[in-house]
């Protein structure tokens, strides 16, 4: 009985070791899945759904607001084709956008759909698109907030599009993030606390100011920044615009 025993306990010992290096992770797998949460920028549509792998993961999100929280999905590698990520108006069949990339394990993204549904002829470079941007989580020390500044503003039906800069006004501004591209996202770390900010053209003279917006930011705050719209569109919704969504730290 106590040979019975002691066989059956040693049985029992190896199947749980035996369990427990085969569960086991090191390196990259030991890290945690990538996170993503999703930004409508696009002035011309009110709605948008995205979707991974054709997977919808935002239903009917409105123009200027992002989904609740970052959400956490499985790792998948290049080798096994990564992830499709699309978007598109809800009801119609063809996506708007889709773009093929990996989610990086332990890394934090915004998914954002920038530019027009519907552009006029002749604007096909304004045309929507989506900009997928990793983002620091981590709260920045003291009295400190980090911004990230998405170009998704358009010009005037048959007007080119320009870079924009990103500044506290004036002609010596304290925080500034010059030459931000199309469909670019740009990061600075600036003053918690009340502050004044303005999106101007960065090819002309400076005094070409496309919005303004004067935010107070909290310490250690991270906020992905839209600066949005069309320049004289006649629906006010869609109008020059800064837009500052509080993102979630880590």
């Not at 029992?12 to 086991?24: D, H, K």
């Not at 009801?91 to 989610?103: Q, W």
Request: charged content about 25%.
């Amino acid at each position: 009985m106590k040979n019975r025993l002691g066989w059956v306990v040693g049985v029992l010992v190896a199947v749980a070791l035996g369990g427990c290096g085969g569960g086991s992770r090191s390196g990259d797998e030991a890290l945690p899945d990538p996170t993503i949460k999703f930004v409508n920028a696009s002035a011309d549509s009110p709605q948008l759904s995205f979707s991974l792998n054709d997977a919808e993961k935002a239903a009917s999100l409105a123009y200027l607001s992002a989904t609740s929280g970052f959400m956490k999905v499985p790792f998948i590698s290049e080798l096994d084709g990564g992830y499709d990520l699309s978007c598109k108006v809800p009801g119609d069949v063809e996506d708007a956008d889709r773009i093929a990339n990996v989610l990086n394990r332990d890394t934090h993204y915004v998914l954002s759909a920038t530019g027009l549904r519907d552009p006029s002829d002749g604007d096909e470079e304004k045309r929507l698109r989506l900009a997928l941007t990793p983002i620091d989580r981590v709260a920045p020390n003291g009295d400190r907030a980090r911004l990230y500044i998405l170009h998704a503003f358009s010009r005037s039906p048959g007007n080119e599009t320009p870079q924009v800069t990103f500044q506290s006004p004036g002609d010596n501004p304290q925080f500034k993030v010059e030459n931000i591209d199309f469909g670019a996202t740009r990061d600075i770390v600036v003053d918690s606390g009340f502050q004044v900010f303005e999106a101007r053209r960065a090819d002309a003279d400076g005094e070409n100011i496309y919005a303004t917006r004067g935010v107070t930011l909290k310490s250690g705050g991270i906020y992905f920044v839209v600066i949005g719209g069309v320049q004289d569109d006649p629906d006010p919704a869609r109008r020059p615009t800064l837009e500052f969504i509080e993102m979630e730290p880590k």
